[in-house]
């Protein structure tokens, strides 16, 4: 009774591979650069750009003492039949043994813009990325992940969505409505997730974050006056570093987050 049982390995990932849309750069770089650390086996990370893929692959496995690897697929989670191509590559490839622990749902589009005048085709490729794509991926890789997960290890869907999903930090010249609203969808996958297959031992949490400065937060940030002034305006007085971004997507996808379902929403 003295202590908790397998206590160092509770925040490892040894022996785990993930799949992370999204990977090549800022919050679903970070992730990955974390999971590796934790010591994954093998981190697969997706986009659309071969070129950043490439190098973003080249520095995770660049980093010091890991022992797995860092990989990549190319992929465009916005449309079924990028899905579907992207799929069959990893069944091909990468996912040859069947079986994946952790899938990180982060691909994400933003265009920010006013509510009366925004353009319909922003809100298309906006609830392509966001919902469409999250959406049907998981639904292609659930055998994958089903095969991987135990009830006492299942295996993990982490969805990375945003703080503007379950609350409206920001509206008028500063809003990105659109946006907001696919966020709040992914809340709701979610939650019909958590339920739906969990008799399959994988669970699914959702990741909130407010504002970290990457590619596609920057503009937005930029606009409200900068790193500090954005930073200030947070309850803590900053915006959201890389160590805060692995932290939670650790903890989420280690055994120490195997009872968590649809709970964590790290409002970071
Ligand atoms: N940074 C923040 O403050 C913040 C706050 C809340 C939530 N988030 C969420 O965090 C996630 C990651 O965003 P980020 O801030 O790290 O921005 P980012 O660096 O621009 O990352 C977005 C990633 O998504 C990929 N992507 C975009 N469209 C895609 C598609 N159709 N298919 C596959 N991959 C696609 C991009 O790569 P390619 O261009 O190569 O496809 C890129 O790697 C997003 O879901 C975002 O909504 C960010």
Do not use: C
Request: proline share 4%; glycine share 12%.
């Amino acid at each position: 009774m003295a202590g908790v049982p397998n206590f160092p390995s509770l925040f490892s990932l040894d022996g785990k591979t993930a799949l992370i849309t999204g990977g090549s750069t800022g919050i679903g770089y970070d992730i990955a650069a974390g999971f590796l650390q934790a010591g994954a086996s093998k981190v697969i990370i997706a986009s659309r750009k071969e070129d950043g893929l490439k190098s973003a692959v080249k520095d995770l496995n660049s980093i010091s003492g890991i022992k797995g690897k860092a990989v990549y697929v190319v992929g465009n989670v916005s449309t079924m039949e990028g899905v579907d191509a992207m799929v069959q590559a990893l069944e091909a490839g990468e996912l040859k043994d069947g079986k994946l622990h952790v899938l990180v749902n982060n691909a994400g589009a933003s265009w920010a813009g006013l509510f009366e005048t925004y353009d319909d085709w922003r809100t298309a490729k906006t609830f392509d990325v966001n919902v469409r794509g999250p959406f049907n991926l998981t639904r292609r890789m659930v055998r994958f992940l089903a095969r991987a997960g135990t009830s006492t290890d299942p295996a993990r869907i982490i969805n990375v969505s945003s703080v503007g999903g379950t609350t409206v930090p920001h509206i008028g010249e500063n809003g990105a409505i659109a946006y907001a609203i696919s966020k709040a969808s992914m809340h709701h996958l979610s939650r019909n997730l958590a339920l739906e297959l969990a008799p399959q031992h994988i669970t699914t949490n959702t990741i909130a974050p407010g504002w970290f400065p990457t590619r596609l937060a920057n503009p937005a940030i930029e606009k409200y006056g900068g790193i500090d002034a954005a930073g200030a305006d947070n309850p803590l007085g900053r915006l959201g570093i890389r160590e805060d971004m692995a932290g939670v997507a650790i903890y989420l996808a280690s055994k120490a987050g195997a009872y968590v379902n649809d709970e964590a929403k790290a409002k970071l």
